[in-house]
């Protein structure tokens, strides 16, 4: 199998070059993921006039570790600079609402792309290359519409026809694994897999929340929409695993051996040895949704 290879830098979020719209746009409810509540379209506290976080250092420590795993796939800085041609809701007040309606879909149209980027880099995967490459274009025209285009896009809809394509390019590139395990949309809170065999699994939407998965064979493991928060990767072999984004990570625990696909970094928050998060996850409690702006599980 081909390696996926890093999204173009469109996809990657400059947030120098945004107007703190997930600071702003997206809601979120005072809890374990954050210290305050926040409704929609309203500013955080900890926004700052240069639009940048005010406590982005120190946000796990501040209640905020909710923040520290929320990617828009570039949408950010393609809303602000593009959709909106450079002229922030501070400058236009009367455009806050908007941009506050925008942001939301285009992120999820991002985060299609950098799902049929990935899939485009498979090799296996060509015999839906066509089709997929056909999937990615309509998808960027969707998200570079104008705002009133943008609001009118049926996103569940558009979400389907991708996922189902997305699919059909997993199971090409999983097919060459005897005997792997179906685990879609399985209910896996807490689940000790330490050490289990998940090479070519299913695993898609599947909640894994606080899961042990310490020294599990990941390798190619369809892990799109797959909810990590506090899953237990330390030792686990993640190598060419199918659709795994940094969030995903930022949201679990690991350490210094986990392998990881070359296109994702180790967060910064996980274990710096091999032995410190081993054992069982600490989590003990199921938790709601991170926020109601997060990713969304997708089966």
Request: hydrophobic share 40%.
């Amino acid at each position: 199998m081909t390696e996926p290879t890093p999204a173009p830098i469109s996809l990657l979020s400059d947030c120098g070059s945004c107007f703190g719209l997930c600071c702003v746009a997206l809601p979120f409810a005072a809890g374990a993921d954050f210290a305050v509540d926040k409704p929609a379209g309203t500013p955080c506290r900890n926004l700052q006039a240069d639009f940048g976080c005010g406590i982005h250092a120190r946000l796990r420590d501040s209640g905020f570790p909710g923040c520290t795993v929320y990617d828009c796939f570039g949408a950010g800085q393609r809303v602000s600079q593009v959709t909106f041609g450079g002229r922030s809701w501070r400058e236009a007040p009367e455009d806050t609402r908007r941009m506050a309606d925008v942001f939301p879909v285009v992120r999820q149209l991002h985060e299609l792309l950098w799902y049929l980027t990935e899939a485009l880099s498979y090799e296996p995967a060509r015999p839906v290359h066509a089709e997929l490459s056909r999937a990615r274009a309509e998808t960027d025209r969707l998200a570079g519409g104008t705002p009133a285009e943008i609001l009118a896009v049926d996103v569940p809809a558009h979400r389907q026809e991708v996922s189902e394509l997305l699919l059909k390019a997993s199971e090409l590139v999983r097919a060459a694994v005897p005997r792997r395990k179906e685990h879609r949309g399985a209910d896996l809170f807490g689940a000790r897999l330490r050490g289990a065999d998940l090479r070519g699994a299913n695993l898609r939407g599947a909640l894994l929340v606080a899961a042990d998965l310490s020294g599990a064979d990941l390798r190619t493991a369809d892990l799109i929409g797959a909810d990590l928060r506090d899953a237990n990767l330390a030792g686990a072999d993640l190598t060419g695993a199918l659709f795994l984004t940094q969030a995903q990570l930022n949201a679990a625990r690991g350490d210094a051996v986990a392998k990881l696909p070359p296109a994702l970094n180790r967060p910064g928050h996980w274990a710096t040895t091999a032995a410190a998060v081993t054992g069982a996850p600490a989590a003990t409690e199921r938790r709601g949704p991170r926020k109601s702006h997060g990713r969304p599980r997708r089966r």
